[in-house]
C-alpha cells in the first residue's frame, strides 16, 4: 500500500515519522510544507492513501472524490466540527475530547469515523500533543492493517467551532479582575507555543506575552 502523508504541524509529522519507520505494508511518503503539496505531485504519485493530519487548508473535489483521504481531528466528532478544536474545547471548560480519524468528503469534519478513543484535555498544550501524537499513530496502523468503512456521523448532535483570531488571544483587564483563576489557567495553557501567546497589552502599549501558566 502506497501512503501518503500530508501536514506541517510537529505533532503530524511525528505521527507520520514514526509511521515511515515502522510500516512494513507498503511505502509511506511525507509532505512536511504546504508549498510542497500539489495536485500534479498527488497524480503523479497516485496514492492509495493520503494522510491530512492537522491540515488547515480546503482539500479539492478533485482529490476527495480519487482518492481515499483519511484526516485527524482533536475533538469527539461529530462535536467541535471546524477550527480550532483544542482552544474552544478548553475555553468552554471541556475536560474530556477524543482524537477522531474520518474520511474526508466535500463537508466540513463531516465524513464516516474510522477511529475514536478518548484523551483528557488536562496539562499543557505540548502534553495534549503527546497524547494526539500516541492515538493518531495507534489509529493509523489500525486503519492501515484492517481498512473498514467506518461509521456515519450523526449530523444532528453535531457543534461547530471558528478558527480563532489572533486577537482573541488578548487576556484583558476585565477578565483579570472578574474571571475566576481556572478560566485564566484555561486561555493562557491553551495558547502555549506554537500557538499565539496569551497576552495582556500594556498601559504604554506594549504586550506583554504569557508563556506558560500554573495554578498554584
Not at 506541517?8 to 510542497?36: C, P, S
Not at 466528532?77 to 478544536?85: C, V
Not at 500516541?134 to 484492517?146: C, F, R, W
Request: proline residues 4%.
Amino acid at each position: 500500500m502506497k501512503v501518503l502523508c500530508v501536514g506541517y504541524r510537529t505533532w503530524a509529522l511525528d505521527i507520520y515519522d514514526k509511521l515511515f519507520k515502522n510500516y512494513q505494508n507498503g511505502e509511506v511518503f511525507i509532505i512536511r510544507r504546504k508549498k510542497d503539496y500539489s495536485e500534479e505531485f498527488v497524480k503523479t504519485l497516485n496514492p492509495d492513501i493520503i494522510l491530512f493530519y492537522g491540515w488547515s487548508w480546503i482539500i479539492s473535489e478533485t482529490i476527495v472524490n480519487t482518492y481515499k483521504c483519511i484526516m485527524l481531528h482533536p475533538s469527539k466528532l461529530p462535536k467541535y466540527r471546524g477550527g480550532s478544536p483544542i482552544q474552544n474545547q478548553i475555553i468552554d471548560g471541556e475536560i474530556e475530547s477524543a482524537v477522531t480519524l474520518f474520511l474526508v468528503n466535500t463537508n466540513l469534519d463531516a465524513g464516516p469515523i474510522l477511529f475514536q478513543k478518548m484523551m483528557t484535555l488536562d496539562g499543557h498544550i505540548i502534553d495534549i500533543f503527546s497524547r494526539i501524537t500516541k492515538l493518531g499513530y495507534e489509529g493509523t496502523m489500525k486503519l492501515l492493517a484492517n481498512p473498514i468503512e467506518g461509521v456515519k456521523q450523526k449530523d444532528a448532535d453535531a457543534t461547530y467551532c471558528k478558527r480563532r483570531e489572533k486577537s482573541q488571544s488578548e487576556v484583558t483587564l476585565d477578565e483579570l479582575a472578574t474571571k475566576p483563576a481556572n478560566y485564566l489557567y484555561n486561555k493562557i495553557r491553551m495558547l502555549e507555543d506554537p500557538y499565539p501567546n496569551a497576552f495582556f497589552v500594556a498601559k504604554d502599549g506594549k504586550k506583554i506575552l504569557f508563556k506558560g501558566v500554573e495554578i498554584l
